[in-house]
């Protein structure tokens, strides 16, 4: 990677905008003191993200703004800008061919960074610098002061330089990073775990509550379709009924019309022939005038008897006297007749057979008194015998006319009732049907009535359960079994529905709530830890990467340390060895929990023909040249894009000098140098020469020689 150029503005002593073009591998920078030249190095290190203002020699931010002079304003802010090729793509995010860094601060203290004009955090200066060997140690920009700091820093921080310029500052931030997701993580982890514990309890609780309201859900689903269910079956059963009795009714009842007509056709009929039947003497009438002349005909018998006995009577006896066997069958005659007469019911033959007594009980008071009837009375008794058979002879001939009407009234009634009987039977016949034909319709009429009471109770049911009917089409009820077996269902169900309480659908939604968020907790929790692996695992693979680039880095380095201190010292050794941190022992030989020795670097050496082997031995010329050696082999092994040496060579002799000039020609070949310098010798191997003056302004200013210029200025001194 090539530096293009530095441009100042505002920093410090460069009050107007001053740019350095590096087109050679090596540029000089020299001036005399005081002509602000060292703040070249100091505007690099300051863009590169320097936070220390005291190896900016200054303590506040506007401390680096260009103050003014008597002849010049002061400014308001100060600004440095890198550009960088990058046509190589060192910097891989950025398809730019350069790369520009910039940095500005204003007198408020405001610090910006700048990365092709836009505003990022120094996070990300350092990120992008990590990838080049460009760290935060800045072990690239070696001033007067700090040529031997690498040499007098603790093993920690040598080994931190080393890293950085082996690049692997990139790693190092890569593991921080982890290490701080990683901390992160598991904080996270614990949050995460803490919260699950704490709604745990009551995520329980809601899910409870919302088991049993979901239960409740569940039978009321299961309700609403056992309702459906019903009414869509009971409603098709109804209609079924409706239909069948309808259907079924109407034959019946027109058999039923039919019937009745026949039966008042016949009863009418009837009631005809008994009204002309009605007409004709009935047969009682005649019995019973049959009856009284059969009655009147015993009587006059009896009285013809009597008579006719009187009248033998009176031709047998002469005495004048009455036998009483003679008085007795007169009594028992009487007697039997008052007999007879008793069982009248007629009036007339009641007071006939009182005028008969009359004369009995006269004739018989007369033979006890022994009178007898004179020759008058036996003419009497002639007389009445020939009456008596007059009547007698005219009572049984109208005894035998009305047997005989009788007979003809029989026969004719006969007739009529036969007609009668036989119609009374067809209506009895019609009756018996008519009575089979009512109770198939009061059959169809209870079932009419049956369906009257189940469409209301059905309507009841369906206002009770305040359910609407569903439009899916149901089958009747296979029998009455299965509509009390799908109700008893219901009940059951409503029952059940009861227990389950009512539903609180705030409960719900909390429950729903409070479970998602647990849900998306275990999520978390899970991505947490299986982030917490990933970190681990990429921690493992860094510190695997960081060792193993370490190792072979520092070998590498090792290998190059001693090429450049047997250049420069003419022989001798030098080797960098790896300190590993070890547990510490207190006196009684117990190792103290979490207390460790610092690990790092150490710095072994062997300075020909003066055996020294400790740091502290060297002379002030002997630890720069040994710094310097160090600083080349780190350079060289992974070369930074540029190394910035502000009089580095300061306390060198001649000879050495020359050893130095031509370290930098060797390294020239690997990497971007910019010196700053008054050595003759090292400008001399410089490609470009500027020249920094002061006028009485106060503001640096910059004169450029071409290569042959800057080597006749070399061979001239300043």
């Given at each position: 990677?090539?530096?293009?150029?530095?441009?100042?503005?505002?920093?410090?002593?460069?009050?107007?905008?001053?740019?350095?073009?590096?087109?050679?591998?090596?540029?000089?920078?020299?001036?005399?003191?005081?002509?602000?030249?060292?703040?070249?190095?100091?505007?690099?290190?300051?863009?590169?993200?320097?936070?220390?203002?005291?190896?900016?020699?200054?303590?506040?931010?506007?401390?680096?703004?260009?103050?003014?002079?008597?002849?010049?304003?002061?400014?308001?802010?100060?600004?440095?800008?890198?550009?960088?090729?990058?046509?190589?793509?060192?910097?891989?995010?950025?398809?730019?061919?350069?790369?520009?860094?910039?940095?500005?601060?204003?007198?408020?203290?405001?610090?910006?960074?700048?990365?092709?004009?836009?505003?990022?955090?120094?996070?990300?200066?350092?990120?992008?610098?990590?990838?080049?060997?460009?760290?935060?140690?800045?072990?690239?920009?070696?001033?007067?002061?700090?040529?031997?700091?690498?040499?007098?820093?603790?093993?920690?921080?040598?080994?931190?330089?080393?890293?950085?310029?082996?690049?692997?500052?990139?790693?190092?931030?890569?593991?921080?990073?982890?290490?701080?997701?990683?901390?992160?993580?598991?904080?996270?982890?614990?949050?995460?775990?803490?919260?699950?514990?704490?709604?745990?309890?009551?995520?329980?609780?809601?899910?409870?509550?919302?088991?049993?309201?979901?239960?409740?859900?569940?039978?009321?689903?299961?309700?609403?379709?056992?309702?459906?269910?019903?009414?869509?079956?009971?409603?098709?059963?109804?209609?079924?009924?409706?239909?069948?009795?309808?259907?079924?009714?109407?034959?019946?009842?027109?058999?039923?019309?039919?019937?009745?007509?026949?039966?008042?056709?016949?009863?009418?009929?009837?009631?005809?022939?008994?009204?002309?039947?009605?007409?004709?003497?009935?047969?009682?009438?005649?019995?019973?005038?049959?009856?009284?002349?059969?009655?009147?005909?015993?009587?006059?018998?009896?009285?013809?008897?009597?008579?006719?006995?009187?009248?033998?009577?009176?031709?047998?006896?002469?005495?004048?006297?009455?036998?009483?066997?003679?008085?007795?069958?007169?009594?028992?005659?009487?007697?039997?007749?008052?007999?007879?007469?008793?069982?009248?019911?007629?009036?007339?033959?009641?007071?006939?057979?009182?005028?008969?007594?009359?004369?009995?009980?006269?004739?018989?008071?007369?033979?006890?008194?022994?009178?007898?009837?004179?020759?008058?009375?036996?003419?009497?008794?002639?007389?009445?015998?020939?009456?008596?058979l007059a009547e007698l002879t005219g009572t049984e001939q109208a005894i035998r006319s009305l047997q005989k009407e009788r007979e003809e009234e029989m026969l004719k009634r006969e007739d009529v009732l036969s007609e009668l009987r036989e119609r009374e039977q067809k209506i009895r016949t019609f009756e018996h049907e008519l009575e089979a034909v009512r109770e198939k319709i009061r059959t169809i009429e209870f079932s009419e009535e049956r369906y009257q009471e189940r469409k209301k109770e059905l309507e009841i049911f369906i206002r009770d359960m305040k359910h609407e009917a569903s439009e899916k089409i149901y089958k009747p009820f296979a029998g009455e079994k299965e509509r009390q077996s799908l109700m008893r269902a219901i009940e059951r169900l409503r029952i059940k529905l009861e227990e389950a309480g009512g539903i609180d659908e705030g409960v719900v939604k909390e429950y729903e709530d409070t479970k998602k968020r647990d849900e998306f907790l275990a999520v978390e929790l899970e991505d947490l830890k299986k982030a917490t692996v990933s970190l681990g695992q990429l921690m493992a693979e860094l510190e695997g990467t960081l060792k193993d680039r370490f190792e072979r880095g520092l070998g590498n380095i090792n290998e190059q340390f001693q090429v450049f201190f047997k250049q420069i010292f003419g022989g001798g050794k030098a080797e960098l060895s790896l300190i590993k941190p070890k547990k510490i022992k207190n006196g009684e030989g117990v190792i103290l929990d979490e207390e460790m020795t610092e690990g790092g670097i150490d710095i072994q050496l062997d300075v020909p023909r003066k055996r020294l082997r400790s740091l502290d031995m060297l002379s002030g010329g002997e630890r720069a040249l040994t710094s310097i050696a160090l600083l080349f082999a780190m350079s060289a092994v992974n070369p930074p894009p540029f190394l910035v040496l502000d009089e580095t060579d300061a306390a060198l002799d001649e000879a050495n000098s020359s050893r130095y000039g031509d370290l930098l020609e060797e390294l020239a070949g690997k990497l971007q140098l910019i010196v700053i310098t008054h050595n003759r010798q090292t400008m001399g191997r410089a490609g470009a020469l500027y020249g920094v003056t002061m006028g009485g302004d106060g503001i640096s200013k910059i004169l450029s020689l071409k290569f042959e210029e800057a080597r006749e200025y070399a061979v001239e001194g300043v």
């Open positions: 990677m090539h530096l293009k150029s530095l441009t100042l503005s505002g920093f410090k002593s460069f009050g107007k905008t001053t740019v350095f073009e590096f087109s050679t591998p090596v540029t000089a920078i020299v001036g005399p003191n005081g002509s602000g030249k060292s703040n070249v190095a100091e505007s690099i290190r300051w863009v590169l993200g320097e936070q220390s203002m005291k190896s900016l020699r200054g303590k506040r931010g506007e401390d680096l703004i260009f103050n003014g002079s008597d002849k010049a304003a002061r400014l308001g802010r100060a600004e440095v800008k890198l550009i960088f090729d990058n046509r190589k793509k060192q910097f891989p995010q950025y398809e730019f061919d350069d790369v520009v860094i910039a940095r500005r601060v204003m007198r408020d203290g405001t610090n910006q960074y700048l990365l092709n004009g836009s505003i990022v955090r120094l996070k990300d200066i350092y990120g992008l610098l990590a990838r080049v060997g460009l760290g935060a140690t800045q072990h690239h920009i070696i001033s007067q002061g700090e040529v031997d700091r690498i040499l007098w820093a603790s093993p920690r921080d040598r080994q931190e330089m080393i890293e950085e310029a082996l690049g692997l500052k990139e790693f190092h931030l890569k593991k921080r990073e982890a290490e701080r997701k990683l901390a992160e993580t598991e904080a996270n982890v614990k949050q995460v775990e803490a919260l699950r514990r704490e709604i745990q309890p009551h995520l329980k609780y809601l899910a409870l509550q919302t088991e049993k309201m979901r239960a409740h859900e569940d039978f009321r689903h299961d309700l609403n379709t056992r309702l459906d269910e019903y009414i869509g079956s009971e409603s098709a059963s109804l209609a079924e009924l409706e239909e069948g009795f309808n259907q079924e009714k109407e034959p019946f009842e027109e058999k039923k019309r039919e019937l009745q007509k026949a039966i008042g056709d016949l009863t009418k009929e009837v009631h005809k022939e008994e009204a002309s039947y009605r007409e004709v003497r009935k047969d009682r009438d005649i019995k019973e005038k049959l009856s009284e002349l059969e009655e009147k005909q015993k009587v006059i018998s009896r009285e013809l008897g009597r008579v006719e006995g009187m009248l033998g009577a009176e031709k047998n006896n002469t005495s004048g006297t009455v036998s009483p066997a003679e008085f007795m069958r007169e009594l028992k005659d009487a007697i039997g007749f008052v007999d007879d007469l008793m069982g009248k019911d007629s009036f007339e033959s009641l007071k006939s057979g009182l005028k008969d007594i009359k004369v009995r009980l006269d004739a018989l008071l007369k033979l006890c008194r022994g009178e007898r009837a004179s020759g008058g009375g036996s003419r009497s008794l002639e007389e009445k015998k020939k009456v008596l």
